[in-house]
Structure formats: C-alpha cells, structure tokens
C-alpha cells in the first residue's frame, strides 16, 4: 500500500528543462544556417565557368552597396551582377519559399508527408504557368505568370484538402493517392499544352517540367519577390497557432483557435509560396518534404522555429543544390528539379516506411 | 481594420464565478447529426462548485450534450448558454477563457514533448496578465496528474493512460472555470481513476464546475455531486447519484438489470450488474 503512495517523482532535470535545451538547438542551428549562408553566397558566386575569386566578389558586393571595396573589370562584373547573383537572389528566394511551404504545409494537414510536390500543388501551379506561356498570356506584364501560376495553386491545394480530408483528419495513403490523381491530371494539362504550343513555347514548357534556375533575371526576381515576401512574412504569425493545431482541429478550437480561418489565410500563403517558386524555377520537388523534417528532428516539432527555420535551411539546401547542378557536369548542366528528386526520392522512400512503421500499418 | 483582425486583440480574463453560478446551461436542446436526433429537448445545468457526471448507455448523446455544451457543435433547437451567453455569440479566444474541454481521445500530429503538450493549455492566456502563471500552471498541472516524471519524454511515445493524463493535465493547466471532460478515466488504471476524480473534486471545491462523462457508475457515486442519466438522448434523470441512481432507472436505461445498494461498511452507494439470473 505504501508502495503505491509513493509521491511523485520529480525528473532529475526538472520539467522545464527540456524546452529550454530544444531552444538552445534553434538558437544554434539558426545561427549556423545564418553563418552557412554568408560563406555559400560568395561562393556560389565566385564559381563557375568564369571563376572570380571570393575575395574579389566580396569587394563587388560592397562597392555596390557603397560600403568601401573595389570595383571589378567589366567582364567579371558582368558575369557576376548579370548572371551570377540574379541567380542566387532567385535560389535562395525559391527554397526558402518550397521550405517555408512545406513546413506550412505538413502543419495545416497535421501529417509529416504533406509537400507541395508530392501532393501536386506544384504541378498544378505550372499548369497555370505552361498555360501563360503556351498561349502566350501576357496581359499583367513579367507578373501573368506569377498570378496565374498563383491562381492554379490556390484551386489545386483547396482541391486537394477538400478530397484528401475526411472527419478532420488526413489519412496518409488518402493524401498520397489525391496526389498521384493531381499530378497525373495537371501532368495530362500540361501536356495538352505542349502539344498544341509552338516549338519556341515548348522549349520553355520543358524547362519548367525539369525544374531550373538558368533563365535567372533580376526582373524575374521581381516578379516572384512580392509573393515570397507576402508569404515568408506572414507565415511565422501563424507558429503558434500551428502548434495547437497538432492537437486536432477541435482542441485547437477549444484553445481559441479560430481553426476555419486560420485554414484558410494558411492555404493561401502555401499557395503564396508554391506560386513564387514554381512560377520562375518549374516543379523542384522534396525541398519542402526534406528540410522541415530534419530540423524536426533536430530541433523538434515546435512552429516558432521550424518556420523560419525551413525557409533558411530551404535557401541552403537550394543554393547548394543550384551550385551543384551547374558544376557538376560542366560545361553541361543538369536541370535542378532532377538532382531534388534524386536526392529527394530516397528520402521521402525512408520517410514512407518509417511512417509506416510508426503506425503499424497503412488504416 | 483588416490588419487589426489580422492580429486579434485578446480578450479580457472573466471575474471568478461565485458558488452555485451558473457557467453553462443547456435548454431544450435538439442536435442533429446527419439525419439523426442525438439529443432531443435536452435540459441541463451547470454550476459553479459541482461535479456534475453524465452517464448513460452507449449512444445516449453523453459526448454530444459535452459537445454542445463546449459550444463545437451546432444546435438545431433549443439554446446552449457558456458564462450566461449563448455559445454561438462567444468568439473562439473568448470561449478558450472560460471554457476547457477534454476529448474522449488524445491524438498528436507531431512528437511535441509532454512539457510543451501541457504548455500548450496556456496559450488562451498568452498577452494578457495571467499569463505570469504559466509555469505554475503548467507544473502544478503536471505534478497533479503524475506526469512530470516523463515531461522530457516525447508524446507520441506514451502508453494510452499516460496520454490520457497528458491530455488531462493540459486542460488542468488551461485554468478555466468550467471543465468539460470527456470519459477522463477510460484509459486509466484503477489508482488514476480515483486520482483524476479526485481532482475533479478539488476543482468543484475550490469554485470551478467540473462536468465528467463517466461509464463507471461507481465513480460517478462516489465522485460526483449530481449525475444526469441520458438516455436515447434525452434526460432520463437529474440529480444527487443516491437519489438518482435506483435499480429500476438503471435497469430500464440499460437495459440490464442492474442492482444498486450500500457499501457494508461506509453505506455509498454501490452499483453492480445482476449476474446470478
């Protein structure tokens, strides 16, 4: 009997010590990302079929922001503000905008497995984008293909919450089977596309099914720059509210969380998001997939972190990526969306019988 | 405007009821689920101070009565009145104020560590002045319900009756003058039953109104200080378990004889199916 009473024990650490040493983590890895940024910048930038040195792309990069430094010749200047660094503007745009997204994303659906490309968003938003260009759309300016690549976005991922979900709650097989019937419908519009475009139109379409960053240019990273900033502002807002969502959508509501809404303005910017990447780079798929998870592992699940987070570690894994796919095979260059997925693919692989496991079983 | 919405204003803390208040009432109450009638012409009272057990057979509408009662479902008759006002006229963030509800079950859609699933009761108060509580809150809800020995651990690798605690400890940490709970003690071993009515208790005592659904009859006598029988979604019964609590009523209700009687040595009140006919 005394056995049974015995009082609580109190754990060696203390119950608030565990919090604190995952905010520890994020302060860490935000850091180091912040720090792996600043070093693969000018990296980046220095590499290339023209090599310019780092020192000297440092020195560029403050002369022009009028901070000291020195100018550099007329052709590595070139090379570096024309070529170079529109196309790392628009890498670390778009990963942090597939990263951001993807972390939303999971957080909305409340499952792991939720990515703007495995459940078809990005395919339905180069619908939009192949559509612009094949019928040769031009009536917002360098915007068309944004707003529609946008508006394609919105329709697919409302479509996809509205069929993958059922009594509050999405069932992984139910998510991964609306998104092979998304991919495989915007994949049969796009190709409806191609066949009656033109030779010129279809050069470009192809481009986007790969997934590339080689067509950079600063007003295309104007084109896409409000819609990453609307989205990568807005969404740390909503980390909170994210949180409470883990706990299903009644005791969000019950912990005054106006649930609908937050639904709502939350599709809007994942749509946001995918519309800025997709519409300048094409479909890059399990940036949004990869990053999210492995800064839950190392930071756990917490929103107020793994939001920024993923869009920093999305911005990274992305430049990296795009230094990778126009070195390794040079003078050639590999499209970007197809070193993603083969990097990718394994993982979600793993991530899918983990998963599995985890549950004993599909339901 | 618009940005003001945007970022919502928190609402003001609500006074502490006094004894006897009524903090939630149900009237005539009609719900509908589909095409069926889960309740119908429902009447129920809370009060500040008591526990209050809804008991009853499978699909009397037990769970359906606390939902409409924490203002999650709507009602097609009849009016459901949180803190005096109709449940539909408070917002989300308001009700999260005055109102903690318990579901029959916990689920976790990411490993979030028991500390921070307790943490997260705390979140209505989040910018207003008892949000310096917080820790407090959270451990005394935690020391309460038998969990701080696993804060650290993560939920999802819980046993279903530490979840259970978990989940309880959230909504003790939640603070709010009425507690909805949804068959607390369901996953729970024979000790945590006691604990977790225990502590219903001291929560009624000390001013809050605790409404619990409970299978165990038992514990409904011995716990709580009123207990409404629903049956086939009505009110078949109303008041104090000995009064309420007769053979026939639960015999009929259940449809099982059922035989009630006092405990030979402290005279509660006892309730046990018929097995010897």
């Not at chain 1, 559509?131 to 707003?147: E, K, M, N, P, R």
């Not at chain 2, 989040?126 to 319900?145: P, Q």
Request: charged share 15%.
């Amino acid at each position: 009997m005394t056995v049974l009473d015995e009082p609580v024990r109190h754990s060696p650490a203390g119950p608030a010590a565990a919090p604190r040493g995952r905010r520890g983590t994020a302060w860490l890895l935000t850091a180091g990302l912040a720090v792996a940024l600043l070093i693969l910048v000018p990296v980046a930038a220095g590499t290339g079929a023209y090599p310019i040195p780092v020192g000297d792309v440092v020195g560029s990069l403050l002369h022009r922001t009028g901070l000291g430094g020195t100018e550099l010749d007329r052709v590595a200047e070139s090379v570096l503000w024309n070529v170079r660094l529109p196309r790392i503007v628009l890498a670390l745009l778009v990963g942090a905008s597939l990263g951001c997204a993807g972390a939303l994303m999971q957080g909305v659906f409340g499952n792991p497995l939720a990515e703007p490309g495995v459940i078809g968003v990005s395919s339905g938003a180069a619908v939009g984008a192949v559509a612009a260009i094949a019928l040769g759309l031009d009536f917002l300016g360098t915007w068309t293909v944004s707003v529609l690549a946008f508006a394609a976005g919105l329709v697919t991922v409302l479509a996809v919450y509205v069929m993958a979900r059922s009594g509050g709650r999405t069932e992984v097989v139910t998510l991964i089977l609306t998104g092979i019937a998304v991919n495989a419908f915007a994949g049969a519009l796009i190709g409806l596309f191609l066949f009656f475009a033109d030779t010129a139109a279809v050069n470009q379409i192809t481009f986007w099914q790969l997934g590339s960053l080689a067509q950079a240019t600063w007003p295309k990273v104007l084109a896409v720059l409000p819609c990453a900033a609307i989205g990568l502002g807005l969404a740390p807002l909503y980390a909170r509210r994210l949180d409470l969502l883990a706990l299903g959508e009644r005791p969000a509501r019950h912990l005054g969380v106006d649930v609908e809404r937050l639904r709502i303005v939350l599709i809007l910017v994942i749509a946001l998001l995918t519309a800025a990447a997709v519409s300048v780079a094409g479909v890059i798929g399990f940036v949004g997939l990869v990053v999210p998870h492995l800064l839950r592992m190392a930071a756990g699940p917490g929103h107020r972190f793994l939001i920024p987070g993923s869009a920093l570690l999305g911005a990274l894994v992305l430049l990296a990526a795009d230094l990778a796919a126009r070195t390794v095979a040079e003078p050639a260059e590999l499209p970007l969306g197809v070193l993603t997925a083969l990097l990718g693919s394994p993982f979600f692989f793993w991530l899918l019988r983990r998963t599995r496991r985890g549950q004993g079983g599909w339901a | 405007m618009r940005l003001a919405r945007l970022v919502p204003s928190r609402p003001a803390p609500p006074p502490r009821p006094a004894p006897g208040d009524v903090l939630a009432e149900a009237e005539d109450v009609r719900v509908r689920l589909g095409t069926r009638t889960v309740l119908d012409g429902v009447g129920i009272t809370v009060r500040a101070g008591e526990v209050l057990a809804l008991v009853g057979p499978n699909g009397a509408g037990k769970s359906t009565l606390l939902g409409a009662l924490a203002a999650d479902l709507p009602v097609s008759g009849g009016v459901v009145r949180v803190h005096g006002r109709p449940a539909e006229q408070w917002s989300a963030p308001e009700l999260a104020l005055r109102r903690s509800v318990l579901p029959q079950s916990a689920s976790l859609s990411f490993p979030f560590r028991v500390e921070e699933v307790v943490r997260m009761g705390r979140a209505p108060w989040a910018g207003t002045d008892l949000e310096d509580e917080d820790d407090a809150a959270v451990a005394e809800a935690m020391a309460r319900t038998e969990v701080t020995a696993f804060a650290a651990r993560p939920f999802s690798a819980l046993s279903g009756g530490e979840r259970a605690r978990v989940a309880l400890a959230r909504v003790l940490a939640q603070r709010t003058a009425l507690l909805l709970l949804d068959e607390p003690t369901a996953a729970l071993d024979l000790r945590h039953q006691e604990l977790v009515l225990r502590l219903c208790r001291e929560r009624a005592r000390a001013g809050d109104a605790v409404v619990v659904v409970l299978h165990d009859l038992g514990l409904a006598a011995a716990y709580a200080d009123r207990a409404a029988v629903l049956c086939a979604g009505r009110v078949a019964a109303d008041g104090p378990p000995a009064e309420v609590f007769s053979g026939r009523l639960l015999s009929e209700v259940y449809d099982q004889p059922v035989e009630v009687f006092p405990h030979p040595r402290t005279g509660a009140v006892l309730v046990t199916p018929r097995r010897d006919m």
